[in-house]
């Protein structure tokens, strides 16, 4: 099988993404519950249907780190794609989705630590933590890197 053919017609899954950013210009990151290596990401998911991209990326702040005590202060005007890579084709995303297509949102966190629920709706963290915008790509699994590369880059002047 040649390197492109794995995908066939999948499309990519529409998606946001968060960089959530505290008062000391640190960058919220959740370690996934789901993954037996240690994996590391900032919030993300699905728009659903009918929703705007910053709806969807309010909801998925308040789903994923239970909270809605941040402001939306810079959006990224290109939609940033991966593939999945080829042992994950047809397993993740329910085999529906090649990979994903993200627009990316920073915000500035208003709150504290008190506010912030990994438990408030289903959990998809199951700790957090605070951390350097240079360390973001050293965390995630390392076929979401060069996504994290390209959003740093854009968000780079707000940390």
């Given at each position: 099988?040649?390197?492109?053919?794995?995908?066939?017609?999948?499309?990519?899954?529409?998606?946001?993404?968060?960089?959530?950013?505290?008062?000391?210009?640190?960058?919220?990151?959740?370690?996934?519950i789901d993954q037996t290596v240690e994996g590391w990401q900032m919030?993300?998911?699905?728009?659903?249907?009918?929703?705007?991209?910053?709806?969807?990326?309010?909801?998925?702040?308040?789903?994923?780190?239970?909270?809605?005590?941040?402001?939306?202060?810079?959006?990224?005007?290109?939609?940033?794609?991966?593939?999945?890579?080829?042992?994950?084709?047809?397993?993740?995303?329910?085999?529906?989705?090649?990979?994903?297509?993200?627009?990316?949102?920073?915000?500035?966190?208003?709150?504290s630590d008190a506010d912030i629920n990994l438990t408030a709706h289903?959990?998809?963290?199951?700790?957090?933590?605070?951390?350097?915008?240079?360390?973001?790509?050293?965390?995630?699994?390392?076929?979401?890197?060069?996504?994290?590369?390209?959003?740093?880059?854009?968000?780079?002047?707000?940390?």
């Open positions: 099988m040649s390197s492109g053919s794995q995908y066939g017609d999948l499309p990519y899954r529409p998606c946001v993404g968060i960089m959530l950013l505290d008062a000391d210009r640190r960058v919220f990151v959740g370690k996934r919030p993300q998911g699905g728009i659903d249907p009918g929703e705007t991209p910053r709806q969807a990326a309010m909801r998925e702040l308040l789903e994923e780190v239970g909270t809605d005590n941040a402001e939306i202060i810079a959006e990224m005007e290109e939609w940033v794609t991966y593939d999945l890579p080829p042992h994950l084709v047809g397993v993740a995303f329910h085999g529906r989705y090649r990979g994903q297509k993200q627009k990316w949102f920073a915000m500035r966190f208003g709150g289903e959990p998809e963290f199951s700790a957090y933590r605070w951390v350097a915008m240079n360390d973001l790509p050293g965390l995630i699994v390392p076929f979401k890197r060069d996504t994290y590369r390209t959003v740093i880059s854009a968000f780079r002047g707000l940390a």
